[in-house]
């Protein structure tokens, strides 16, 4: 079946432009994920939803960031007026259950870049 | 909240040696330990993974170790193949939430 896709897959703004992500989770899958991968390490937890309740963005680094997953499957990840240090690659991941400790399956990742 | 700690950074082995990658982390709440592996400019993908309530799990030349007391846990590949070059990932965690190490460049030479 489909794995988790996202796009676009590579984007170039400029510094201070919005720039949203988007992320389609396996079908069915009740929760998403969404992490910050820099150049050379691990991901980076950023926010969780389950369904279309977003239950954790303790690791947002700003309020330029923001997320939604209006209908519990697709989700949005919006940066605001970007920074250079907003250059990574955003992965988002989805995991069949809501209550942890299962594999969370990742999709290719959008390449960020502000120049 | 947790911290994980992943060495070496990278790794060089022999074709058929063995290679062992060793991670420590800091919640002892902590109760679900994955490995991802990541190809150059691929998505990571899940190896292997261990819950709190076991020791030791094994996958054909993949095996993961885990000390609750020492809060570590690490990886084994057994005869190491040159298509296991790439970058490992160990991860720690309580409910959703997924705390990862910095990632181990393994490459298996020929």
């Known amino acids: 079946g489909a794995g988790v896709s996202q796009s676009p897959r590579y984007k170039v703004a400029k510094r201070g432009q919005d720039v949203a992500l988007r992320c389609d989770p396996i079908?069915?899958?009740?929760?998403l994920f969404w992490y910050q991968q820099a150049l050379g390490q691990g991901p980076e937890f950023l926010t969780y939803f389950q369904n279309e309740a977003q239950l954790d963005k303790s690791g947002l680094p700003s309020d330029r960031f923001f997320a939604e997953r209006p209908e519990g499957s697709v989700s949005t990840l919006k940066i605001q007026r970007t920074q250079q240090e907003d250059s990574a690659v955003y992965l988002c991941?989805?995991?069949?259950?809501?209550?942890?400790?299962?594999?969370?399956?990742f999709g290719p990742g959008t390449r960020l870049t502000v120049t | 909240g947790e911290n994980v700690e992943q060495h070496p950074s990278t790794l060089s082995v022999q074709e058929g040696d063995s290679a062992v990658i060793k991670c420590t982390y800091s919640?002892?709440?902590?109760?679900?330990f994955p490995w991802y592996k990541q190809e150059l400019g691929k998505r990571p993908q899940l190896i292997i993974d261990i819950r709190s309530n076991v020791g030791e799990k094994k996958d054909q030349r993949i095996a993961v170790t885990l000390n609750k007391t020492a809060k570590h846990f690490s990886l084994h590949i057994t005869e190491t193949q040159p298509e296991d070059s790439a970058v490992y990932f160990c991860a720690a965690g309580y409910g959703n939430k997924l705390v990862f190490g910095a990632g181990t460049i393994l490459r298996v030479k020929s």
């Open positions: 991941a989805s995991s069949l259950s809501g209550t942890g400790g299962h594999e969370q399956y």
């Open positions: 919640d002892s709440a902590s109760n679900y």
């Open positions: 079908s069915g899958h009740v929760s």
